[in-house]
């Protein structure tokens, strides 16, 4: 694992200039996989998810995945 993904990040996703629309969980993933050159993949079941914001304060990016991985395996 690259040690760089350990590293504490911080990041908003949000549409700048624009009263918030939602985005899919998938373009975040499709994001942090492009930092690392890294192949994203999400569950059919899980493309649906949008987000309006995300924030991404001082938390690594593999944290913030291995969240999001166990928020929605329940």
């Known amino acids: 694992m690259r ?3 350990k590293a504490p990040n911080t990041k908003t ?10 985005f899919l969980l998938t373009d975040i993933v499709k994001s942090i996989a492009a930092r690392y050159q890294l192949i994203p993949r999400v569950s059919e ?3 649906h998810i949008t987000y309006s ?3 991404q304060t ?3 990016d593999l944290h913030i995945l291995s ?8």
């Open 45 to 47: 079941e899980y493309q």
């Open 13 to 22: 996703w949000q549409h700048p200039g624009q009263a918030a629309p939602e």
């Open 3 to 5: 040690k760089e993904m």
């Open 67 to 74: 969240a999001w991985t166990r928020k929605w395996e329940r």
């Open 58 to 60: 001082e938390e690594s």
């Open 53 to 55: 914001v995300v924030n």
